[in-house]
């Protein structure tokens, strides 16, 4: 069964400095994607960004970029430039190719320093 | 657009209510998902649904009974819960038979079960 690890349970940052939430995984498939979400206070789980595990490029979105290391399976979130909206607690999620199910981390909770 | 609407956003019920909470979705998405999460803890899977037919169901009591009328659609039906089942529920769609098949996430009803 795959897992996925998050050792950091809270993690805290000043505005306007980068912070890396790390995570790892466990499977024995080859074509996979990985995810990172934010649930903020408001409660809406928000896609933060993606990557699939075929591509050997990491992924970016503005400010967040991920270090994809398959062969270490590991997937670490970077996040630059941290500002307040920032704060939530992220979870990364693993999918297998044409599995219907995601697996989730348990979670990171971010605190912003003003 | 990536929006997906869950009402109601707070429900009070006592243990011999019947109650439901509705999803909605109008991104053309083929799949849709039930999740329970209880506080501090990453969301748990309950029912999938695949081109309106239940897929997966992560062996849920039965006073939990998922509908899904059409594509756009889905119902979770609430009869005789514990307290125990009070939790957030999220609904989440997603694309089928493509590659990244990404879920996307409604924001949750708050369920209290007195």
């Known amino acids: 069964a795959q897992t996925v690890t998050q050792s950091q349970p809270e993690m805290s940052v000043q505005e306007a400095e980068t912070v890396t939430l790390s995570c790892t995984y466990d499977?024995?498939?080859?074509?996979?994607?990985l995810f990172w979400y934010k649930q903020p206070p408001s409660r809406q789980m928000i896609l933060v960004i993606r990557?699939?595990?075929?591509?050997?490029q990491n992924a970016t979105e503005n400010r967040f970029s991920v270090n994809f290391q398959k062969a270490a399976k590991s997937f670490s979130l970077k996040i630059s430039d941290s500002q307040l909206g920032d704060a939530a607690m992220y979870f990364c999620?693993?999918?297998?190719?044409?599995?219907?199910?995601?697996?989730f981390g348990t979670g990171t909770r971010l605190t912003i320093i003003p | 657009d990536t929006e997906v609407t869950q009402t109601p956003k707070h429900l009070v019920m006592g243990m011999t209510n019947k109650k439901s909470l509705k999803c909605e979705q109008h991104?053309?998405?083929?799949?849709m998902y039930w999740y329970k999460q209880k506080a501090k803890k990453p969301p748990e899977l309950m029912f999938v649904?695949?081109?309106?037919?239940?897929?997966i169901n992560e062996s849920v009591p039965s006073r939990f009974s998922p509908e899904c009328p059409n594509s756009s659609l889905l119902n979770l039906h609430l009869h005789a819960l514990q307290p125990e089942d009070s939790a957030l529920y999220l609904c989440?769609?997603?694309?089928?038979?493509?590659?990244?098949?990404?879920?996307?996430f409604g924001p949750g009803t708050r369920l209290t079960v007195l």
């Open positions: 989440a769609s997603s694309t089928r038979g493509t590659s990244t098949d990404t879920q996307y």
């Open positions: 499977t024995s498939e080859s074509d996979y994607y």
């Open positions: 990557q699939e595990a075929y591509k050997q």
């Open positions: 999620a693993y999918r297998r190719r044409g599995n219907e199910k995601l697996t």
């Open positions: 991104m053309g998405h083929r799949a």
């Open positions: 649904y695949s081109y309106e037919k239940l897929s």
